[in-house]
């Protein structure tokens, strides 16, 4: 109908991400019916042809399946959701994403043979289809599917739905458009990008060796839009046009008055890439800022930063003008959607099992905040990027954190020093300092805050605080072997507090005591 009401008798298809993917289709149904002389053109923008790795972290974890945009769906809803979608498996990498971009999709660290022995079967890593089909569908039934609960064991899929995107992927990956049909590629580059996800042993102390606690990282590239990787957005055999929009230059350049920075999802709202749509319907192929044939180069002077953070702390990034990325609040109480923004240009925020990652421009002066969530540690990194070579990564590991409790790091030139306010009440009671190392005297003043703010009664506080005290004395004298020993006291007396037959007006509570317990297991490991 669309093409009798054109005045060329004719109509263009325009496909967004997995809608390329559909055209192709249409396509090829109307060329069973000898009707294909009806498209004139495809324009496929940002489409995942060959797959994404991203999407392979969906269906096995749940992880980033942002399906609405700045809402984080529960990684059990959206593994299942995933799980049972059809269409999902199509986004997954093929045989030829394997051949075209030669780039391992799954790496396995070889500490992670303590949980799993992944690497006896797949090596350090998986970089052909055959197993990463092996892998997925469960190691040829060695792995069963994981618990509803169980997000961190990696997913087993169903093999029906993967054979049949395996099916689909042999037709459109060997897609050819009809003689006389143009096709145009547009890909959207520059923006930190998952290529890959690599599988390690759970650090924390009381992972058992099993598969629900390994633990996962993601690997990035700047090849992409944050979401597909560019080799499969202009990946197509024949004659199709490519053209790339630097999505990095176009959001640093943006009056954030009145834009906001794009990426993947809302791509097409990017003004110059709707007037380079409108020229090619048109017939014009006129240049357009921000667009070009030729993939940009990520430059040698270009710096970007990479945060990585380790539960149970929420990540806020603020830049001078107060633009904020991070978590903003749902205020609806019944819901356990998580909301998050990107106001700061070429940032993003994501969360992938139990880690949150964020990233902005490395030359920009920004505050990083840290504000704790529950009891327990946490380890934040921050990668440095220059070019495209990580110089350096700094590591404050192990911080004890409470609900509540605050961290503060400026970043100019420099990483500055993280400044802690355990009970946010405006005192500074710890600084660390990047390059240093983190000492015990510092977390126990730390966990004494901790100890100190436990809803029981003061006697028990007071107890816990004195032996701490003494511990720490002994750290000062050198004597590291009696402090140990007095700190495996503290945490005897913890849980000794926890029984369920201490008076309850003494009883700390048991999952605050197991907590505490980890908090004083992390400090003994140092």
């Known amino acids: 109908n669309s093409a009798k009401e054109s005045k060329t008798g004719k109509v263009t298809l325009i496909g967004h991400s997995n809608g390329g993917l559909l055209a192709k289709v249409i396509v090829d149904s109307l060329k069973k019916s000898g009707e294909e002389k009806l498209v004139d053109r495809i324009i496929m923008v940002a489409t995942p042809q060959i797959g994404t790795p991203k999407a392979a972290l969906g269906l096995l974890h749940g992880d980033g399946s942002n399906f609405l945009y700045g809402v984080i769906l529960d990684k059990k809803t959206a593994r299942g959701f995933g799980e049972n979608m059809i269409s999902a498996y199509n986004l997954l990498p093929s045989k030829k994403y394997f051949d075209v971009v030669q780039s391992p999709v799954i790496e396995f660290d070889s500490d992670v043979k303590n949980i799993y022995d992944f690497p006896s079967i797949f090596g350090n890593d998986i970089n052909n289809f055959d197993e ?13 599917e994981p618990d509803t609960d169980d997000t961190d064991s990696p997913n087993v899929l169903k093999d029906n739905f993967f054979s049949q995107a395996e ?3 042999e037709s459109l990956d060997l897609w050819q458009a009809p003689a006389g049909m143009e096709v145009v590629q ?7 990008t998952i290529r890959g996800i690599k599988y390690d042993d759970c650090d924390f102390i009381f992972c058992p060796n099993k598969l629900s606690n390994i633990d996962r990282s993601l690997l990035f590239t700047q090849d992409g839009d944050e979401t597909v990787v560019v080799p499969s957005a202009v990946e197509m055999d024949g004659n199709a046009e490519r053209y790339y929009v630097d999505l990095k230059l176009y959001n640093n350049l943006l009056d954030l008055d009145f834009k906001v920075s794009r990426e993947h999802a809302d791509i097409l709202e990017i003004e110059p890439l709707q007037d380079f749509i409108k020229n090619i319907i048109q017939g014009k192929k006129e240049s357009v800022n921000y667009i070009s044939m030729e993939k940009p180069e990520v430059k040698n002077e270009d710096k970007s930063l ?4 380790h539960s149970p702390v929420a990540l806020h990034i603020y830049d001078k003008d107060g633009r904020h990325t ?3 609040e749902n205020k609806n109480p019944l819901s356990d959607l998580r909301f998050f923004e990107k106001q700061i240009p070429n940032s993003y925020y994501m969360e992938f099992g139990e880690t949150k990652y964020a990233g902005s421009e490395g030359n920009l002066v920004q505050t990083v905040i840290l504000e704790g969530e529950d009891l327990g540690t946490f380890t934040f990194e921050i990668d440095e990027v220059i070019g495209k070579q990580d110089v ?6 192990n911080i004890p954190v409470m609900q509540g409790m605050k961290a503060e790091i400026l970043i100019s030139d420099s990483i500055g020093e993280m400044k802690i306010d355990v009970e946010n009440d405006g005192q500074i009671d710890a600084i660390f300092r990047p390059g240093e190392v983190i000492k015990r005297e510092d977390l126990l003043e730390i966990f004494e805050k901790i100890i100190s703010s436990l809803d029981v009664d003061k006697t028990v506080k007071d107890r816990l605080v004195n032996k701490i005290d003494n511990a720490k004395k002994q750290l000062e004298k050198g004597h590291s072997v009696a402090a140990d020993a007095m700190l495996r006291n503290v945490k005897h007396q ?4 926890s029984d369920i037959n201490t008076p309850e007006k003494f009883r700390i509570l048991k999952d605050e005591a197991e907590k505490l317990m980890g908090i004083m297991d992390k400090i003994l490991a140092m």
């Not at 092996?134 to 060695?142: E, M, P, V």
């Not at 350096?392 to 590991?397: A, D, E, L, P, Y």
């Not at 913890?494 to 507090?497: C, D, G, L, S, T």
């Open 326 to 328: 991070g978590l903003i």
């Open 392 to 397: 350096k990564t700094t590591t404050f590991t």
């Open 186 to 192: 547009i890909a959207g580059w520059g923006l930190d």
């Open 306 to 309: 990479r945060y990585r953070l």
């Open 132 to 144: 990463f089909k092996k892998f997925l569908l469960g190691d040829d039934g060695k792995r069963t």
């Open 167 to 169: 099916k689909t992927h």
């Open 494 to 497: 913890i849980e000794v507090f």
